[in-house]
């Protein structure tokens, strides 16, 4: 198993442009998290799944942005009409029940 | 309203010296705490928790509920720790983060 995979690495996009971002967590893993985090700053919790259920959802998580585990194993995070504050690294983790989070090397986000 | 503070940007020392990475949290109830290590070009990792109670890379830290802290101690550093940490409370199903503290080790 390499890991928690994410992908694309790096995304450039023009302001008001949509994108997505994929999380492959780690096979036996039925807990997915997404995270943002800004220069100079950690990790900001965005929102939570077990299995395909969406639990939780951080108040950073604007109606502009939407989650996605269709079946509880890859997970797609979209961000729709992107603004400049949307540029970040956008990480994602996975666990198995009460164990620690492995992270993902994130995507990046740039808004041109 | 839970909070991670870890008050120090950057801390440089010498090979060989003593290191402790400072973190205090704010926390109502019994908090599970964490320190993540992200070496250059590498991705966020485990480097241990406190209910494990174990020695990671020569790293310990001690859950201090009296003074609401966790540093991060390392009696001789390494070149090999350079790296950027970050101290990390579990709240229910998320980690709060705190900002991350540089160690840089000169040689």
Known sequence: DTGVSQNPRHKITKRGQNVTFRCDPISEHNRLYWYRQTL??????LTYF????????SRLLSDRFSAE?????FSTLEIQRTEQG???????ASSGPNQPQHFGDGTRLSIL | A???TQPEKLLSVFKGAPVELKCNYSYSGSPELFWYV???????????RHISRESIKGFTADLNKG??????KKPFAQEEDSAMYYCALRHGN???FGAGTILRVKS
């Open chain 1, 40 to 45: 100079g700053q950690g990790p900001e919790f």
């Open chain 1, 50 to 57: 077990q299995n395909e259920a969406q639990l939780e959802k």
């Open chain 1, 69 to 73: 585990r269709p079946k509880g194993s």
């Open chain 1, 86 to 92: 949307d540029s970040a690294m956008y990480l994602c």
């Open chain 2, 2 to 4: 839970q909070r991670v």
């Open chain 2, 38 to 48: 992200q070496y250059s070009r590498q991705r966020l990792q485990l480097l241990l």
């Open chain 2, 67 to 72: 003074e609401t802290s966790f540093h991060l």
């Open chain 2, 94 to 96: 998320k980690l709060v």
